[in-house]
């Protein structure tokens, strides 16, 4: 249970960065209508995304399969985002609280909400134009990880919950855009735009799950932070077996290793597992992950993207790749 003054000493802080986060949200955003999806399947576009996952050429089939594999995933957690900022909307409705007043918290989870349901489009757009694949599974596990939120609590214990479950993939999705941002400074690339704009969205995705976690999961009872724990375990368990499922999907479609050998997947293990591991403490407090960086992370990120931020990103060296990865289409 709640009591009635729980929220009261953070809800001016909480409207107020939100109105701040959405307030170019109409200006700075994304559409699939606004890509030309004739330069998304090239052979330009398969030589680059070989650069981003291999460093070099020569591997197109296997980071096409890898980043099918991974937006096609990426497009059902985001899918699955959506749904839950809708439910959570639905049960503030008549909780009127502190935070929960005005237009300031509904609009911020409406525009999330939004933004991630054409984020899964354009993601199986993509997807569709670069392999000419689609990975399906059985109802993509929809109604178990959905079953995680019809519970009984608080939506603010599942709004901080499903923010931390989308933290940790946003994160990762970050360096990846300052990857291609390195590797492709002109963005004359297909997926160097799409990871651009869809950067926009996720920027202030990101400064929302910021908010729930610095700011109203501390005002959550002990009780109420642990179910946060909890859910949190629950969905990441699920999305897991996900990934398993997309995985071996994506195998079977398109014939091809795309794990072994691959950098950038090995990158990518590593900085999940690093983020997920550490933005929880043993205590309970919540760290974003520009806090949890140590030197190892630090250079691990540095060297493959150019940056020794996720979120605050301060530009170093560039990365070094082949002097014409831009191409022509």
Same mark, same amino acid.
């Given at each position: 249970?709640?009591r009635?003054?729980?929220?009261?000493?953070?809800a001016?802080?909480?409207?107020?960065? !939100?109105?701040?986060?959405t307030?170019?949200?109409?200006?700075?955003t994304?559409?699939?209508?606004?890509?030309?999806?004739a330069?998304?399947?090239?052979?330009?576009?398969?030589?680059?995304?070989?650069?981003?996952a291999?460093?070099e050429?020569?591997?197109e089939?296997e980071?096409?399969?890898?980043?099918?594999?991974? !937006?096609?995933?990426?497009?059902?957690?985001e899918?699955?985002v959506s749904?839950?900022?809708?439910?959570?909307?639905?049960?503030?409705?008549?909780?009127?609280?502190?935070?929960?007043? =005005?237009h300031?918290?509904?609009?911020?989870?409406?525009?999330?909400?939004a933004?991630?349901?054409q984020?899964?489009?354009?993601?199986?757009r993509y997807?569709?134009?670069l392999?000419?694949a689609?990975?399906r599974?059985?109802k993509?596990?929809?109604?178990?990880?959905?079953d995680?939120?019809?519970?009984?609590?608080?939506p603010?214990?599942?709004?901080v919950?499903?923010?931390?479950?989308a933290?940790?993939?946003?994160?990762v999705?970050?360096v990846?855009?300052?990857r291609?941002?390195?590797?492709?400074?002109?963005?004359?690339?297909?997926?160097?735009?799409?990871l651009?704009t869809? $950067?926009l969205?996720?920027a202030?995705h990101?400064?929302?799950d910021?908010?729930?976690m610095?700011?109203?999961?501390?005002?959550?009872t002990?009780e109420?932070?642990?179910?946060?724990r909890?859910?949190?375990?629950q969905?990441?368990?699920?999305?897991?077996?996900?990934?398993?499922?997309?995985?071996?999907?994506t195998?079977? !479609?398109?014939?091809?290793?795309?794990v072994t050998?691959?950098?950038a997947a090995?990158?990518q293990?590593?900085m999940?597992?690093?983020? $997920? =591991?550490k933005?929880f403490?043993?205590?309970?407090?919540?760290?974003?992950?520009?806090?949890?960086?140590?030197?190892?992370?630090?250079?691990?990120?540095?060297?493959?993207s150019?940056?020794?931020?996720?979120h605050?990103?301060?530009?170093?060296p560039?990365?070094?790749?082949?002097?014409t990865?831009?191409g022509?289409?």
């Amino acid at each position: 249970m709640t009591r009635p003054d729980q929220f009261d000493g953070i809800a001016e802080a909480v409207r107020s960065e !939100l109105a701040s986060v959405t307030r170019l949200a109409h200006i700075n955003t994304f559409h699939p209508g606004a890509f030309d999806w004739a330069e998304a399947g090239t052979q330009a576009e398969r030589e680059f995304v070989s650069v981003v996952a291999y460093g070099e050429r020569g591997h197109e089939a296997e980071a096409v399969a890898y980043l099918t594999k991974e !937006l096609a995933q990426l497009a059902e957690i985001e899918r699955h985002v959506s749904t839950v900022m809708a439910m959570v909307m639905g049960e503030l409705h008549d909780l009127r609280d502190a935070i929960n007043l =005005g237009h300031e918290l509904h609009n911020a989870l409406s525009c999330f909400a939004a933004e991630e349901i054409q984020h899964a489009n354009t993601f199986y757009r993509y997807v569709r134009a670069l392999s000419d694949a689609e990975p399906r599974v059985d109802k993509a596990l929809f109604d178990e990880r959905l079953d995680v939120f019809r519970t009984d609590d608080h939506p603010y214990v599942k709004l901080v919950a499903l923010c931390c479950s989308a933290y940790v993939g946003e994160s990762v999705i970050t360096v990846f855009e300052h990857r291609t941002d390195a590797l492709d400074p002109d963005r004359a690339r297909f997926f160097t735009r799409l990871l651009h704009t869809h $950067g926009l969205d996720e920027a202030r995705h990101v400064k929302i799950d910021h908010v729930a976690m610095k700011l109203i999961y501390p005002a959550l009872t002990a009780e109420q932070q642990q179910r946060v724990r909890e859910l949190l375990d629950q969905i990441e368990e699920l999305n897991r077996k996900l990934a398993a499922t997309f995985e071996e999907r994506t195998r079977q !479609l398109l014939d091809v290793d795309f794990v072994t050998g691959n950098p950038a997947a090995a990158v990518q293990l590593q900085m999940t597992k690093a983020f $997920g =591991g550490k933005v929880f403490a043993e205590d309970g407090t919540l760290y974003t992950v520009d806090e949890i960086l140590d030197e190892e992370l630090t250079r691990l990120i540095t060297e493959f993207s150019g940056v020794d931020r996720v979120h605050a990103a301060a530009v170093m060296p560039p990365v070094k790749v082949p002097s014409t990865v831009g191409g022509t289409s």
